[in-house]
Structure formats: C-alpha cells, structure tokens
C-alpha cells in the first residue's frame, strides 16, 4: 500500500517560519518528483514547489525566496519563512512515478492546516 505522511503544519505569526515533512513509503517503482501543493477553504489547490530526482527545484511566485523545498530519499521538505497570512492554507505533499507501464502516477498527503496570523 502507498502512503504519504505529512507533518509540521502549525500556527504561526507572520514572519514566522515553518518546516513541513512527508514521508512516502510502499512504492517499488522509481519516483520523478516530490513536491507540495495548497489549498484554501472553497478553492482549487495551486502549485507551490517541487523537487525532481535530479534535484532540480521549482517554485511558484508567490513563494520564490521565502520557501525552500528539499528531498532526502523519499521524504520531501517544505522550509516556509517570512510567513504572510496569505500563506494560510491546507499544504498536500505529492510524489509522481511512473507505474510498469510507464504511465506516470500522483499520490497525495493528508494535508497539513497552516495558519499565519497578522
């Protein structure tokens, strides 16, 4: 069974800092990325970073050198500083592999609530 297990969601004051973990365990196959999404009551979840097996990092704007993303086998990282209240949100962590077929497959966390006040 695949599982994703996430953790270090919190409340915090802006300005304040954060560091997120999820762990993925019972995949045999090879994983090509792992990264972290968002999302607020009533809306879509929108991208925040990723982290491809090469190590190669991506980031949304909105978090483009506030947040940093780091893998270390399979458990990604989501170092959050300079919180803003705009920040708030329910954080889901998400590994791509790719299934013997070779179609590409997404596991997601729980989510994790994080909360910044003014």
């Known amino acids: 069974q695949v599982q994703l297990v996430e953790s270090g969601g919190g409340s915090v004051q802006a300005g304040g800092s954060l560091r997120l973990s999820c762990t993925a365990s019972?995949?045999?196959?090879?994983?090509?990325?792992m990264g972290w999404h968002r999302q607020t009551p009533g809306n879509r979840r929108t991208f925040v970073a990723s982290?491809?097996?090469?190590?190669d990092t991506n980031y949304a704007t909105a978090v483009k050198g506030r947040f940093t993303v780091s893998r270390d086998q399979r458990t990604v990282f989501l170092e959050m500083n300079s919180l803003k209240p705009e920040d708030t949100a329910v954080y889901y962590c998400?590994?791509?592999?790719?299934?013997?077929?070779?179609?590409?497959?997404?596991?997601w966390g729980q989510g994790t609530q994080v909360t910044v006040s003014s």
């Open positions: 998400y590994t791509s592999i790719l299934q013997q077929d070779g179609s590409p497959f997404t596991y």
């Open positions: 019972g995949i045999s196959s090879r994983i090509n990325y």
């Open positions: 982290i491809h097996n090469g190590g």
